[in-house]
């Protein structure tokens, strides 16, 4: 009796919840891979008892609590690992619990439904929680079966199906993002205007706000940007910035319309119009300078022409070159196997699998860098789905570090202040300026010039190759740190982290497939060496030239475009090369129109050209040699600064492990 109650309580209110969600527009309850099944998807369900009482919800009742532990009480008895060892049935009681702890600690609001509401999710939706629970018992299985046959296997099973669980909670809300996202347009190049009805951002009547009032909100806590005219406070929602606050921040107090359209187009417009606080009095702006006609017009025409638009048999098209690679290291590695543990011809066999397996990197992390853009499928959320499924599982770079510091490094490009891709003392100083000591805007922290810091510098043109060579191995710390760090900031870091596992079980396998220990360590060198050409191919664009101080974008001859230009330059090649370098030899174009598809890079480049003579500005490119020996150029100048200056007075500099470290 007590039985049909709750039953018939618990499917009236799902009804009634059904209802609710049919008339809010909201999506049907996502089904993951879990325990026992839900009622709610991961992002909105209140699913423990502390949530509802913050909500101000009645607890559960104590009939609903009988029942879960009475269906406790039956998986644990009739798990079919119980079964063949009821000496475990407390084994198994205390994993149950370790895994609801396990889905407290972690947020997963899935998992943790499973575990204290299973009565009610299997009343209200019975088949999906028993594919659910086949699933699981599946994954149970065929782990437990894996492993030696010990009772202790039955515990490292259902552990492992509650990791299952919770990287399929991940799944299902990378995927409701996804479904958010696609919602709200982010990103839209084929509109002229914010709205459709052609209306500017700030709404008729708006208060006219001077641009001396509009540079006094300048802080982190008191942020104005200045869009299409609009004045938006933008200090609430810079936090919550998925390419993070500083890139906001940096522009506080400014005109910032060129570099919104650069990444967002003309979408949110709703969002910016809620934002607005007014417009700008047009007697106190600055004229446009000609650059900023010139080029906005090129931007215009690009956008009318279509040029944004994305083609998808064209952008994924540079994945199959790095499969391909992938394939050869794999035949090359089975050839290093047959070849037995004597002579030279495993060793050699090896370092050629290892060289294939780093030019498979480099070309998968050009990919990469596409995918981060969202140049891919031309939807962020989409491409982000891409990029850990398939691509860091590959290439071994952590999408969610990259963005952060590449964004970043967009926005403030060769700030000797603020841009992360250039700050990487103690072991190398671009600027002469530099190696006075810098305090840098996005570690937060100061660099001085210290002993250790004058003795790597002075060598630093020596040690650029070397270091270039190892740099994929700081592409690994990096990731895992700023996960460590970020952990439960960041949009996805379980996924992230189960795909740089993968990558790490790859690397792994092609070792353990190897005959010797010294073939393997020519496998592991030669594909990390030959993986550092993509670092040089993205520091020769900005390591020779022009940096600044601060953020520029004061004055109307320090505007984007101008900036752009200054701190980048084009690598002149062949189009037969375009493979090899896979857009990073159009980094000015690049920086100009961070949402142009690689394709189109080549042709617009000679738009941009004729546009820079016009506008007097210089458009810097150089052949690949010659840009070579000009960082090799730079670095040697300011090392020769660095042994003939004194060291700085103050606090230590950061040390070696600091440098490694630098999120550039």
């Given at each position: 009796m007590l039985t049909k109650q709750v039953e018939a309580r618990m499917c009236t209110q799902a009804q009634a919840d059904a209802g609710a969600r049919k008339r809010k527009g909201a999506a049907p309850e996502p089904m993951g891979a879990f325990?026992?099944?839900?009622?709610?998807?991961?992002?909105?369900?209140?699913?423990?008892?502390?949530?509802?009482?913050?909500?101000?919800?009645?607890?559960?009742?104590?009939?609903?609590?009988?029942?879960?532990?009475?269906?406790?009480?039956?998986?644990?008895?009739?798990?079919?690992?119980?079964?063949?060892w009821p000496a475990m049935v407390p084994v198994h009681t205390l994993i149950y619990g370790g895994a609801l702890l396990f889905s407290l600690s972690t947020g997963s609001s899935v998992l943790r439904d499973r575990l204290l509401h299973a009565p009610r999710n299997w009343a209200i939706h019975p088949i999906r929680s028993m594919a659910e629970w086949a699933i699981w018992l599946a994954t149970v299985t065929a782990v437990q079966r894996s492993v030696v046959s010990t009772p202790w296997a039955s515990c490292v099973a259902a552990l492992v199906g509650c990791v299952v669980c919770y990287a399929g909670d991940e799944t299902t809300k990378l995927f409701e993002r996804i479904r958010l996202v696609r919602q709200q347009k982010t990103y839209d190049q084929s509109s002229p205007s914010f709205f459709a009805s052609g209306e500017r951002i700030a709404p008729a009547g708006a208060r006219e706000i001077s641009m001396k009032e509009v540079a006094t909100h300048s802080s982190p806590t008191d942020c104005w940007l200045v869009i299409d005219g609009a004045v938006l406070d933008v200090s609430a929602w810079?936090?919550?910035?998925?390419?993070?606050?500083?890139?906001?921040?940096?522009?506080?107090?400014?005109?910032?319309?060129?570099?919104?359209?650069?990444?967002?187009g003309t979408s949110m417009g709703p969002r910016l119009r809620a934002m607005c606080v007014g417009c700008v009095d047009e007697r106190t702006a600055e004229p446009l300078s000609k650059a900023q006609v010139e080029f906005r017009a090129?931007?215009?025409?690009?956008?009318?022409?279509?040029?944004?638009?994305?083609?998808?048999?064209?952008?994924?098209?540079?994945?199959?070159?790095?499969?391909?690679?992938?394939?050869?290291?794999?035949?090359?590695?089975?050839?290093?196997?047959?070849?037995?543990?004597?002579?030279?011809?495993?060793?050699?066999?090896?370092?050629?699998?290892?060289?294939?397996?780093?030019?498979?990197?480099?070309?998968?992390?050009?990919?990469?860098?596409?995918?981060?853009?969202?140049?891919?499928?031309?939807?962020?959320?989409?491409?982000?789905?891409?990029?850990?499924?398939?691509?860091?599982?590959?290439?071994?770079?952590?999408?969610?570090?990259?963005?952060?510091?590449?964004?970043?490094?967009?926005?403030?490009?060769?700030?000797?202040?603020?841009?992360?891709?250039?700050?990487?003392?103690?072991?190398?100083?671009?600027?002469?300026?530099?190696?006075?000591?810098?305090?840098?805007?996005?570690?937060?922290?100061?660099?001085?010039?210290?002993?250790?810091?004058?003795?790597?510098?002075s060598i630093q043109h020596y040690l650029y190759f070397p270091v270039m060579g190892v740099a994929k191995v700081n592409l690994w710390i990096q990731t895992h740190l700023y996960l460590a760090q970020k952990w439960g900031k960041t949009a996805n870091p379980t996924l992230e982290t189960l795909s740089m596992l993968a990558h790490y079980c790859t690397i792994a396998g092609a070792m353990y497939v190897l005959p010797s220990w010294l073939a393997r360590a020519g496998f592991l060198a030669s594909a990390i060496g030959v993986a550092g050409m993509l670092h040089v191919q993205i520091t020769l664009s900005h390591f020779a030239s022009d940096t600044h101080q601060g953020v520029a974008y004061d004055e109307n001859e320090r505007s984007w475009w101008h900036m752009q230009l200054a701190g980048t330059c084009d690598v002149d090649c062949s189009p037969a090369m375009d493979w090899f370098h896979g857009g990073l030899q159009y980094q000015s174009i690049h920086h100009l129109f961070p949402r142009l598809p690689r394709y189109r890079l080549r042709a617009v480049s000679k738009e941009v050209a004729e546009v820079a003579h016009k506008a007097s500005i210089t458009y810097h490119h150089k052949s690949f040699a010659a840009l070579n020996r000009e960082v090799i150029a730079t670095l040697r100048k300011t090392a020769e600064l660095c042994a003939a200056s004194p060291l700085a007075n103050g606090p230590g500099a950061p040390m070696l492990w600091d440098s490694l470290h630098a999120r550039g």
């Open positions: 325990l026992l099944g839900a009622e709610a998807g991961a992002h909105t369900h209140l699913t423990d008892v502390g949530e509802r009482k913050l909500k101000g919800a009645a607890p559960e009742s104590l009939g609903t609590s009988l029942l879960t532990a009475f269906f406790v009480a039956l998986l644990v008895a009739y798990n079919p690992l119980a079964f063949a810079a936090g919550k910035h998925p390419g993070g606050a500083l890139i906001i921040n940096s522009l506080a107090g400014r005109e910032a319309t060129d570099q919104y359209k650069a990444f967002h090129l931007h215009e025409r690009l956008r009318a022409r279509g040029d944004f638009s994305i083609d998808l048999s064209r952008t994924l098209r540079p994945a199959v070159f790095p499969l391909f690679l992938m394939a050869c290291a794999v035949y090359t590695l089975h050839l290093a196997n047959a070849a037995g543990t004597g002579g030279l011809v495993p060793v050699a066999l090896a370092l050629l699998a290892g060289s294939i397996v780093g030019g498979a990197w480099q070309q998968m992390s050009l990919f990469g860098h596409d995918v981060g853009h969202g140049n891919v499928t031309g939807s962020y959320a989409i491409d982000e789905a891409l990029g850990l499924f398939c691509v860091i599982p590959f290439m071994g770079i952590g999408l969610t570090w990259w963005k952060a510091t590449h964004n970043t490094h967009h926005v403030v490009t060769n700030s000797e202040s603020h841009d992360p891709d250039i700050q990487h003392m103690p072991l190398f100083a671009v600027a002469p300026n530099m190696i006075k000591g810098y305090f840098s805007h996005y570690h937060k922290k100061n660099f001085d010039f210290d002993a250790l810091s004058k003795f790597l510098l």
